[in-house]
């Protein structure tokens, strides 16, 4: 297979912009989206940080609906507690399908448990996160994701499984879902990796035979999640269509940091397409301070290609000001266009 490259990286339909907290990433995921619009493609921008950055960047309220920013150009901001909500909520309405009315007490107090537990943000947010980008890559020529931290980004992207385990866990002491259970048992495929094959995928099997009306609903609706998760994973980890690239800054931590992520998502088989190095010290910074800082730079540029194993890298200047709005966005995008992004 040849290797991906940073090259005309506004030609893939999926793209993941991650790295450390603060280095870059929700400019360079709005500069990428600014870029491909330029080039005539219609991109949506998407950003999983319930702290509202993406509006931040562009200057412009965005919200949890699909906002229009200039032509070809869409923002997306995913709350993810709000959709933990929601999602808890359709599970609960489950449960209380398939519990005795005596239980339903008790549903209500396991779901608020499960609402703060850890795993339940990140699996609502996965949902979300899957669903746009299947249908944003109907729609759009490109959806670009501002990853939140990279740590969290991880654990989101080997959560199909562990998600799936948790959905049935929840069933598993109900005894009317012992049936439903065998049947999602049987359905879900041993490993995690793309290659294995989603008998799920089959449309014309019917894997609900013999269950009552409401069992069958509630089958439905949680195969239809998994059918989600799997098809999601096809998508993100296809190399033809996807690409995740990381965003440092030439210091230390960022590079410890995306050389961390780096092993990890290879172990996810996510194509790495390379790094943007972000906020390089322009060459003409002059005076004492910055000639010093720039000695520390440079002696972090020179670790970056083995930390990173030769990953393909491009360098962007820390420009004069903070960038903010479309103005100071589209620097950074001709800069993008420069480098042949
Ligand atoms: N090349 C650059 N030159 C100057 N300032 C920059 C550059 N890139 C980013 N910045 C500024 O650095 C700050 C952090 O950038 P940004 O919000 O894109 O980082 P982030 O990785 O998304 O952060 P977080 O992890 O908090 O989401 C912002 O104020 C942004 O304007
Ligand atoms: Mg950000």
Redesign the pocket.
């Given at each position: 297979m040849k290797p991906l490259t940073l090259r005309k990286l506004t030609n893939r339909k999926v793209l993941f912009v991650g790295?450390k907290?603060?280095?870059?990433?929700?400019?360079?995921a709005a500069a990428l989206g600014m870029l491909a619009a330029d080039r005539g493609m219609r991109c949506l921008v998407v950003s999983t940080?319930p702290a509202h950055?993406l509006g931040d960047?562009f200057d412009r309220e965005i919200g949890d609906k699909v906002t229009g920013l200039t032509a070809g150009l869409w923002g997306l901001e995913i709350d993810p507690d709000a959709q933990a909500a929601r999602h808890l909520d359709t599970v609960t309405e489950h449960m209380k399908q398939l519990a005795a009315p005596e239980m339903h007490r008790e549903v209500e107090r396991q779901m608020q448990m499960a609402r703060m537990s850890p795993g339940a943000v990140e699996a609502a947010l996965l949902e979300e996160v899957s669903r746009v980008m299947l249908e944003g890559s109907d729609e759009y020529d490109l959806v670009v994701f501002?990853t939140a931290?990279t740590g969290h980004t991880l654990r989101l992207l080997t959560l199909p499984e562990a998600m799936a385990a948790w959905t049935d866990g929840l069933l598993a002491h109900n005894k009317r879902s012992e049936e439903l259970g065998k049947v999602l048992k049987h359905l879900t495929p041993s490993g995690s990796r793309s290659d294995v094959p989603t008998p799920f995928d089959e449309p014309d099997q019917d894997p609900f035979e013999g269950m009552d009306r409401r069992t069958r609903r509630i089958a439905e609706t949680l195969l239809n999640r998994r059918r989600l998760f799997h098809r999601a994973r096809r998508v993100m980890t296809n190399p033809d269509t996807t690409g995740f690239v990381f965003?440092l800054t030439p210091e230390r931590l960022p590079i410890l940091e995306t050389h961390r992520a780096m092993h990890a998502l290879q172990q996810f088989d996510i194509p790495l397409c390379g790094a943007i190095i972000?906020?390089v010290l322009p060459a003409d910074a002059d005076g004492e301070f910055l000639r010093r800082r720039r000695e520390q730079e440079a002696r972090y540029l020179a670790q970056i290609p083995q930390a990173l194993h030769g990953l393909e890298t491009v360098q962007?200047?820390?420009?004069p000001?903070?960038?903010?709005g479309m103005r100071s966005l589209s620097l950074?995008a001709a800069e993008l266009d420069r480098l042949g992004l």
């Open positions: 790295g907290g603060g280095v870059g990433k929700t400019t360079t940080d950055s960047a501002d931290p965003v972000n906020r962007v200047p820390m420009l000001e903070d960038i903010q950074v």
